[in-house]
């Protein structure tokens, strides 16, 4: 097996990783780090947990001890879809580059540029930033990208969702074409083998198993609900999630809950605060600040439940993750095997459940062909009737209720979220978008079921309802 000694490493990295208290390099550093170390371009397909970020990091560290860094004139470039991502990055270089001397900077939205500008101006060797944060820095004159000798593009396939890849390429053209490329991605869909095949020179090609087929500690259930009303559903839910956090007892230290939209994250982690169990929302519209905050009390073991979308909780360096929650079955299955891959890292027992509606079995379906083997049915811990309404009868307006016990407020407040935010099928927002689009209509709008026109649906202009007599006396 090889060694960390094995890998012409620097002394002074080699220090840093043993006080990091890692021996043995994963797959994907032992594959990476010597190519990369021969000034080769690396091409790594490989997902997060995998310890690709140190397969990158090590060989920079070691190469960039040597020489220093011009003004304006960063000597490399790391790439990250998000602010987590990249601030994680920025915390491994703290680590291995404990015993070198390297200056770094770190470019994301939601902080200044003024304090940004003045690290660049000082000069240096590694700049971690975020596409669009990178492009306004060099637009506004501030950064020279001339000088990078070696370039990082993290996670591609999540810059491809978030519709970087033009970015990347823009970014790609502003480096001199010497440089050294280090390329990561989970997959590789046509659009980032396009990439690869134009801006990679002879590559070494790593690809490391994927996760969900190599841990087998971690336990995976998934429970069924009951179709009924999008609102009834989405209650039954929420109800089944809290059942089963509270079912798991003490096993359950932490835990990260998915939810496809953002919509829901927000109405989840309410929910779960209302009903005493300690949840924080994380999702590319809160602002940085606050996101900062909630990660740093999930990771010091402060806050008990992180409730996130796909893209804030990606790459998101959690160590110790007891459970993953799926409140939403992912609608692209490999976010499955990213979501599950938050528990059970580096040979830990983790447990991973997901709730399953019926317009979500389609979804079940996709996910058990990817990772070729049934997800097993566990027991809703409510019984086999949670409480979900079942499907409208066509044609038969649905009665509304009218009293509702003080503990659902919440979830009344779930239920008039607007009609858009709630259809099955929408897709999840990229994270860094902006808003959710138009309002719904509100409550004032809607019809009374009393006065409702046969094929007017909920649409009736007032004029409508008004009786003939009425016109006649008016
Ligand atoms: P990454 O895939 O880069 O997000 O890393 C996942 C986790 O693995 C992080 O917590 C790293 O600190 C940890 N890690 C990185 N390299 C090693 C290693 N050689 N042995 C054990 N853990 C590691």
């Known amino acids: 097996m090889t060694k ?11 220090k840093a990783v043993e006080a990091a208290g890692y021996e043995t390099p994963t797959p994907i550093q032992a594959g990476a780090i010597p190519p990369a170390l021969e000034g080769r371009d690396v091409l790594g397909i ?3 947990g995998t310890g690709k970020t140190a397969s990158f990091t090590l060989p920079m560290i070691h190469m960039l001890a040597r020489g220093r860094a011009r003004a304006r004139m960063p000597r490399s470039l790391v790439l990250c879809p998000t602010r987590e991502l990249a601030a994680q990055v920025a915390e491994n270089f703290d680590t291995y580059a404990a015993n070198v001397k390297l200056t770094k900077a770190l470019l994301i939205g939601g902080v200044s540029f003024k304090e940004q500008d003045l690290l660049i101006d000082r000069g240096v060797d590694v700049l971690i930033a975020t596409p669009g944060r990178l492009l306004d820095h060099f637009e506004r004159g501030k950064l020279l990208l001339t000088g990078v000798q070696i ?5 591609a396939d999540r810059m491809l969702d978030m519709g970087f890849i033009p970015d990347i390429e823009r970014i790609f053209s502003l480096t001199p074409f010497t440089r050294q490329t280090f390329f990561f991605s989970a997959t590789m869909a046509p659009e980032i083998e396009r990439i690869t095949n134009t801006f990679l020179s002879n590559p070494a090609r790593i690809e490391v198993a994927r996760q969900a087929t ?10 069924m609900v009951k179709g009924g009303r999008r609102d009834s559903v989405a209650k039954a ?14 096993a359950c230290t932490n835990a990260i809950v998915f939810c496809n939209r953002k919509v829901d994250v927000d109405i989840v982690a309410k929910s779960l605060k209302k009903h005493g169990i300690d949840a924080a929302p994380i999702h590319g519209d809160l602002d940085q600040s606050q996101r900062t905050k909630t990660l740093d009390s999930f990771r010091e073991g402060g806050l008990k439940i992180l409730v996130a979308s796909d893209v804030a909780a990606r790459g998101l360096d959690v160590p110790s993750v007891s459970h993953v929650f799926n409140y939403d079955v992912p609608s692209h299955s490999e976010d499955y095997v990213h979501r599950i891959g938050r ?5 830990r027992d983790g447990k991973a459940i997901m709730i399953c509606a019926p317009a979500d079995v389609k979804n079940l379906d996709a996910i058990e062909k990817l990772v070729g083997k049934a997800v097993p049915r566990a027991e809703n811990p409510l019984g086999s009737e949670p409480e979900a309404a079942e499907p409208a009868k066509e044609g038969k307006p649905k009665r509304t209720r009218t009293r509702k016990p003080k503990a659902d407020k919440v979830e009344a407040e779930a239920s008039a979220e607007p009609a858009e935010n709630k259809a099955p099928e929408a897709k ?6 902006k808003s959710h689009g138009g309002r719904g209509r509100g409550r004032d709008n809607r019809n009374d079921n009393r006065n409702r026109t046969v094929g007017m649906g909920d649409h009736m202009p007032s004029f409508i309802a008004k009786s003939f007599d009425e016109r006649k006396a008016s």
């Open 4 to 14: 960390f000694t094995d890998l012409a490493l620097s002394p002074k990295v080699l």
């Open 343 to 347: 528990t059970g890292r580096a040979g």
């Open 237 to 250: 839910k929420r109800d089944v999630l809290r059942a089963l956090i509270t079912h798991e007892g003490d």
């Open 428 to 433: 999840p927002e990229p994270e860094e978008a």
């Open 46 to 48: 490989a997902q997060t």
């Open 214 to 223: 190599a841990s087998e500690t971690i336990a995976q259930e998934v429970v």
């Open 151 to 155: 370039m990082v593009v993290d996670e």
